[in-house]
């Protein structure tokens, strides 16, 4: 998956995130410092411009679709490139949780030592469905290992 769509599968609270952590990074260094103007004066820059109020009064560094458009063209600017690559790998979605994980694995180890018969009769005339589940007991081994993955 390339870096563009990286920005846009960020969800609503990770894109904001990865814009302030580049933001800060910017503000602490020398050159691009002194750039880093505050949210009211990039609005006085934008009106002078001839941006309308409403959609002034609309923006939000919070905005998550903002803040992924901005790193979008971050990501466009050959200097600014390795920062939002940065940024972004730092709040990739994960998939699953440790513990979430820790739990699916229960699940399987339980499921998979769980034995289900199912025997069908047809005994004078009549159906006759028997079902038995055994539950075998679990190797201490395998669910100290799972409960590992929790610490």
């Known amino acids: ?19 302030a952590i580049i933001k800060k990074g910017l503000e602490e260094d020398p050159e691009y410092g002194p750039a880093i103007v505050s949210p009211d004066e990039a609005k006085k820059v934008l009106a002078q411009m001839g941006a309308k109020a409403e959609e ?17 063209m971050m990501a466009d600017d050959n200097q600014l490139r390795p920062r939002v690559e940065s940024a972004v790998a ?15 694995m229960i699940g399987i180890v339980i499921a998979l ?9 047809d005994r004078d005339g009549k ?6 589940v055994e539950k075998r007991p679990s190797d201490k081994g395998i669910i100290k290992k799972i409960l590992s993955v929790l610490h």
Do not use: G
């Open 1 to 19: 998956m390339n870096l563009e769509e990286q920005i846009r599968d960020l969800d609503d609270e990770a894109a904001p995130k990865c814009l």
């Open 56 to 72: 002034l009064s609309e923006l939000s560094d919070a905005d998550p679709e903002l803040a992924r458009e901005i790193l979008l």
């Open 90 to 104: 730092e709040h990739r979605n994960t998939l699953f949780e440790p513990v979430t994980t820790a739990l699916i």
């Open 113 to 121: 030592s769980t034995h289900i018969k199912i025997s069908y009769e």
């Open 127 to 132: 159906k006759h469905v028997s079902l038995v």
